[in-house]
């Protein structure tokens, strides 16, 4: 009988260790940080290396684009120069969203970047007709460096604009999700509802965005296509 009573207790203490363990498994994975996922400081450095690449990658085919344009438009098919002023308006624009949707890059680098852009092409296109009528790379006359200036300025709001029409979409999409929660009862906004308060902020920026999309535009068409109307 004393050796039943042992084994007994025995069994019972190797049926207590047994939950106690199964009850340890099952808490781990919510218990225990090191099973967590982390973010390292090498993938988020990756990470910011990729988005610049894709935001340079942008800025060299824009640039290559436009003064290819102006070689292909002037030189071979001797088109009428409001179609290259209208080009240099359009590919930035696409360009500018191109790289602001693949580098996920803030506003100051897109900005800095239309105006290198900027720059850049328009001293190629310059090199290009220095190239091929065999005049001075660099503009002397007071008109021929007007010219080169509007071309860079319609350049770099056509690049910058990409971001505004960038960020115009994406506060749309954000509001189009959040419509359905922003609609009926002021007083719950006036009681403190934060959702509330949130979907009204979001249309705010939403609306910002897109003027402020339409305004850089409207910049850039100015600036490029104002000398044929004077």
């Not at 290396?49 to 001797?78: E, G, K």
């Not at 310059?126 to 010219?147: F, I």
């Not at 934060?194 to 003027?211: D, M, N, P, V």
Request: net charge positive; charged share 15%.
């Amino acid at each position: 009988m004393q050796r039943i009573q042992f084994l007994e207790k025995r069994i019972t203490d190797i049926l207590g260790r047994i939950e106690k363990v199964e009850d340890s498994s099952r808490t781990k994975p919510f218990d225990c940080p090191l099973e967590t996922p982390k973010i390292s400081v090498a993938s988020v450095r990756n990470s910011n290396s990729t988005h610049s690449a894709w935001l340079l990658i942008s800025m060299a085919t824009a640039c290559s684009t436009i003064v290819f344009s102006h070689w292909l438009l002037l030189f071979v098919f001797n088109a009428n120069a409001i179609a290259l002023r209208v080009l240099t308006i359009f590919l930035p624009i696409i360009f500018g969203s191109l790289a602001a949707y693949l580098s996920r890059e803030k506003f100051v680098p897109l900005v800095t970047s239309g105006f290198l852009v900027g720059v850049v092409s328009v001293t190629g296109m310059l090199g290009v007709t220095a190239w091929l009528d065999g005049v001075e790379w660099l503009p002397t006359s007071h008109r021929d460096q007007k010219e080169a200036l509007e071309y860079v300025l319609a350049i770099w709001f056509g690049f910058s604009t990409g971001y505004f029409v960038l960020r115009a979409l994406n506060a749309t999409r954000s509001l189009q999700g959040s419509g359905n929660h922003t609609s009926g009862n002021a007083h719950r906004l006036l009681a403190g509802d934060s959702s509330q308060r949130k979907a009204i902020f979001e249309k705010i920026e939403g609306l910002f965005s897109t003027l402020t999309a339409m305004g850089s535009a409207g910049a850039a068409i100015y600036t490029g296509l104002k000398t044929f109307f004077e």
